[in-house]
């Protein structure tokens, strides 16, 4: 079956360190993955997309990697901050399947100042 | 996310009522998807609309629910019948068309009670 599976627990980390998010999917060709935030009672918010045929993407503190044959991607906030603490969603989008968007569970980032 | 307009943002029904949410999506997009939020859940697809054409209504449940997305006007997500299950965030995203479509952009989401 398709699956996309991000962590499992909830990431706490001390301000300024990296956090390192994952997402796995299973079943999946991928041709673009995104990463978006969400916060309590909002939408999501787009942060990065990265496209199939590109290993990385860089944005100010982000930074996403994408490794197509583990299936997985990284997602990095660099000198984390507390206004950083929200849920991290990743998302994949397949090119034949009607190209619907396909969202993980998301992972709940708390950075302790 | 401003440019995506839902309304209402909170909505309770009774059981047995109907529930009408409504999207507007961002300016120049004519593509509208909907999903639904459980707490404590991922986002579920349930609908992918253009203007007047339901292109994957795949996650939609069989029954009582709908959506539409006119010519003119807002994208509407019509749900009959409401049970308590019903009661969910249900967030609406817009994009453009073509490969630049490739990232969606959310609206705040409609929260449904049903009571």
């Known amino acids: 079956s398709q699956k996309i599976e991000q962590n499992s627990e909830a990431l706490n980390i001390q301000e300024g360190k990296t956090a390192t998010l994952t997402c796995n999917y299973t079943n999946y060709s991928p041709a673009y993955l995104q990463w978006y935030r969400q916060d309590p009672g909002r939408g999501p918010v787009f942060l990065l997309l990265?496209?199939?045929?590109?290993k990385e993407k860089r944005k100010e503190r982000l930074k996403v990697t994408f490794d197509t044959t583990l299936k997985q991607s990284l997602f990095h906030i660099t000198a984390s901050q507390p206004a950083d603490s929200a849920t991290y969603l990743c998302?994949?989008?397949?090119?034949?399947?009607?190209?619907?968007?396909?969202f993980g569970t998301g992972t709940s980032l708390t950075v302790i100042p | 996310n401003a440019g995506v307009m839902q309304n209402p943002r909170h909505l309770v029904r009774r059981r047995g009522q109907e529930a009408r949410l409504r999207c507007s999506p961002m300016?120049?997009?004519?593509?509208v998807y909907w999903y639904r939020q459980l707490p404590e859940e991922g986002l579920k697809f349930m609908v992918y609309l253009q203007k007047e054409n339901i292109i994957d209504e795949s996650g939609m449940p069989k029954e009582r629910f709908s959506a539409e997305f006119p010519k003119e006007g807002p994208s509407i997500l019509r749900i009959q019948q409401v049970v308590r299950g019903d009661s969910a965030a249900y967030f609406c995203?817009?994009?453009?068309?073509?490969?630049?479509?490739?990232?969606?952009?959310f609206g705040e989401g409609s929260w449904l009670t049903v009571v």
């Open positions: 300016k120049g997009h004519s593509h």
């Open positions: 995203a817009s994009s453009r068309p073509g490969s630049s479509g490739n990232t969606i952009y």
């Open positions: 990265i496209r199939e045929n590109e």
């Open positions: 998302a994949l989008r397949e090119t034949n399947t009607g190209n619907q968007f396909y």
